[in-house]
């Protein structure tokens, strides 16, 4: 049975047409700025500090490295489906790493717990601030939407 080129998906080239890239761009901007200024907001505090504000980093940058993984996930599934094992092999070797990153920043070098899940919260904030820009767009008087 041959399938149709019409219901073939479409080649990866067509999938990263700058267009399309602009709203994941914008939201991976967000969660950068998110993991700063969360990172910043810590460093006054009284239970804070440096050692928090490298908390919140390190949790970011291992939101920041799954999200990347999930990407090149998705991207690759819908892809050209060749190498699709090492895909899968890469995908766990790259949770494995992330499961190693978090053990050394909690048991070796004693971040707080909770400086690495506030890091790590900065996607869910890049996403309440696209959700708003969406809904934003969306109330305002005259949009055709």
């Not at 895909?87 to 909770?114: D, E, Q």
């Not at 900065?122 to 934003?136: D, E, N, P, Q």
């Amino acid at each position: 049975m041959t399938i149709p080129n019409s219901q073939l998906p479409a080649p990866s080239s067509q999938l990263t047409t700058p267009n399309s890239q602009l709203p994941l761009r914008q939201f991976e901007r967000d969660a950068v700025i998110a993991c700063v200024a969360m990172a910043l907001a810590v460093l006054p505090m009284p239970f804070g500090g440096p050692w928090a504000a490298r908390g919140v980093r390190g949790g970011g940058g291992r939101a920041g490295v799954s999200y990347r993984g999930l990407k090149a996930g998705v991207y690759g599934s819908i892809g050209a489906g060749f190498g699709r094992g090492a895909a899968l092999v890469k995908f766990f070797t790259r949770y494995a790493m992330l499961a190693v990153a978090a053990y050394v920043m909690l048991a070796r070098l004693r971040l707080p717990a909770w400086a690495v899940a506030a890091g790590a919260s900065s996607l869910v904030v890049a996403v309440a601030i696209a959700a708003a820009r969406a809904f934003g767009t969306v109330s305002r008087h005259g949009n055709p939407r």
